[in-house]
């Protein structure tokens, strides 16, 4: 799925053919259900859109091979509509798309589930992502004067062990216990250090959130706390959206004027049982959702929305930049 050569070119140079540049963000997936939220999304008039995990459900217990999970994809190549393939499109992974519920590092078969990712997303081989362990990514987005880092995570491949039983995780205090693997802690201090005007940092699992029972960062507070406070120190910190899906469910948190937009469900639902947490602002939303990134480079503004299956607004935030 790479863009138009077009449209590669207005942004090598910086150009910016209209006033706002709009990135859509979605997750939750599922090539069995049917997908009509993309004609609400459709009429965003976008020009990037970010897949957010869950982007197929290809999962197995206890999986021998990967047979499902190419078959996953292979519909879902069906159903994705066209009109996204003549846009900038970027994904990053999550349990389902990676092979295993709730998985992680110890997954046998992650190697293999990388390369079919790679192949589904058409990953130029001269990509990152094509020489290293890991789906992680950076890429930077000129619009006019404004640079825009764009940073995908990887929460899986490196993960260590969640504690508990499933669905009612426990935290991992281990000081050797891990979401990212050392080389892409690494990585990423390099690039979320990097002077920037935004920067938009995708993680498949909620960052902020502490409070519900499911996979979240603070199942490991050690290296939520690590996260948190790089951010916090970086010369972005003020200019930091985060955007995550995997929940089923919508919301915008806010701790120390950092946001997190959690975009999920495209078209898989789940509870709808109400969920608080001290760093929610207003309600979740457990309906069908995606998120609206817009940036306007000449007014210095952007405006974060989530948005339900006809396009109406649920909950919004605008910032300066």
């Known amino acids: 799925m790479r863009s138009t050569l077009i449209f590669l070119l207005s942004l090598s140079f910086g150009v910016l053919a209209k006033d706002v540049y709009t990135i ?23 020009d990037h859109f970010i897949f957010l995990g869950d982007n197929v459900y290809g999962d197995v217990p206890n999986a021998k091979n990967l047979e499902k999970l190419q078959l996953a994809y292979q519909k879902q190549s069906e159903l994705i509509p066209n009109w996204l393939r003549d846009i900038e499109v970027d994904a990053i992974w999550d349990d389902h798309d990676y092979g295993l519920n709730d998985g992680g590092g110890s997954f046998a078969l992650k190697e293999e589930a990388q390369k079919l990712f790679l192949e589904f997303w058409d990953i130029p081989i001269t990509d990152q992502r094509q020489q290293q362990t890991g789906t992680y990514f ?24 969640l504690k508990g039983k499933r669905n009612e995780y426990q935290p991992n205090i281990d000081p050797d216990a891990t979401i990212l693997g050392t080389t892409q802690w690494d990585w990423l201090a390099q690039q979320i250090t990097k002077k920037a005007d935004l920067v938009i940092l995708l993680s498949s699992i909620q960052i902020l959130p502490t409070k519900h029972r499911f996979e979240k960062w603070s199942n490991f507070p050690n290296e939520r706390e690590k996260l948190i406070n790089l951010i916090l120190r970086s010369p972005n910190a003020s200019n930091t959206v985060i955007v995550s899906g995997d ?12 946001y997190e937009l959690t975009a999920s469900a495209l078209n898989k639902v789940n509870s709808t049982n109400a969920e608080e947490d001290p760093l929610l602002i207003g309600s979740t939303f457990p309906e069908l959702n995606y998120g609206i990134l817009e940036i306007n480079p000449t007014q210095n503004h952007i405006n974060i929305m989530l948005k339900d299956f006809n396009g109406e607004i649920l909950v919004q935030k605008s910032m300066d930049i």
């Open 24 to 46: 859509g963000f979605g997750s939750c997936l599922d090539q069995r259900n049917a997908q009509e939220i993309f004609t609400s999304i459709k009429k965003e008039n976008l």
């Open 138 to 161: 950076s890429k930077n987005i000129h619009l006019g004067n404004k640079k825009v880092v764009l940073i995908g995570l990887d929460t899986r491949y490196f993960r260590s062990d």
């Open 247 to 258: 929940r089923h469910r919508g919301a915008l948190y806010e701790y120390k004027n950092i």
